[in-house]
């Protein structure tokens, strides 16, 4: 960018700051409304006027069209107890500021559109409000330039051992349950065949009996 165009955009800037300002000024306060009327009046220029460069009324029409963005994020980063409490001419650079980074960053890289502020408020606004400028800026370019799924995704734990996988599909056995296939406790409750088989005599048993002990056995049937 040629030192001309900078300086061209850094003016463009200043006006269009001075007309967000006059807006608060009138009450704007969360009404964007304020300010497309104010900008519609700029727009009739007369004898005594200069027109708006271009990249004001842009300017302009993106803060009134994202005020309630720009200022959410203001809010978040200022850490003042609400925006009335900021020198507004710093709050209407600050907005200009943070349409840039939110729209524009593709056009203007965010390290001069935070320059660009904090030049222009050290020539109209107080002391102290090139440093804070700097500093509400700074936080929201990191916070913009920070991917949003790194902040709000929260991270699956790996499955604790006595835990079921979630992708097996299958519930892992647990240490006091017998393993089906052991046959271990099974075999304790239901007696298998050839318990059975002890229980009752077979028929070689049978014809080893004498005759009393077989009546004696089938009386007890």
């Not at 460069?53 to 978040?76: C, F, N, W």
Request: glycine share 2%; net charge negative; aromatic share 4%.
């Amino acid at each position: 960018m040629s030192a001309f165009a900078f300086t061209a955009r850094t003016k463009a800037r200043k006006r269009a700051a001075d007309v967000i300002y006059e807006a608060d000024q009138r009450g704007m306060g969360r009404n964007p409304e304020v300010l497309r009327d104010l900008l519609r009046e700029r727009r009739v220029v007369t004898a005594a006027q200069t027109p708006l460069p271009e990249y004001s009324l842009q300017i302009i029409e993106g803060v009134a069209e994202r005020l309630h963005d720009i200022d959410t994020l203001l809010r978040q980063h200022a850490k003042v107890h609400g925006l009335d409490r900021m020198p507004a001419v710093d709050l209407a650079v600050l907005r200009v500021a943070v349409w840039e980074l939110l729209v524009n960053e593709d056009d203007v890289p965010p390290l001069v559109v935070i320059d660009e502020a904090v030049s222009i408020v050290k020539s109209i606004s107080t002391d102290d409000s090139p440093a804070f400028v700097n500093a509400v800026l700074d936080a929201i370019r990191r916070d913009l330039e920070t991917p949003s799924w790194t902040r709000e995704r929260v991270m699956d734990e790996p499955a604790r051992p006595d835990e079921p996988d979630p992708d097996s599909g299958s519930e892992p056995a647990r240490p006091d349950e017998p393993d089906p296939d052991s046959g271990s406790e099974a075999d304790t409750q239901n007696p298998s065949f050839a318990d059975v088989e002890k229980q009752h005599p077979s028929l070689a048993d049978v014809e080893n009996m004498n005759m009393d002990e077989l009546d004696e056995l089938l009386s007890d049937y």
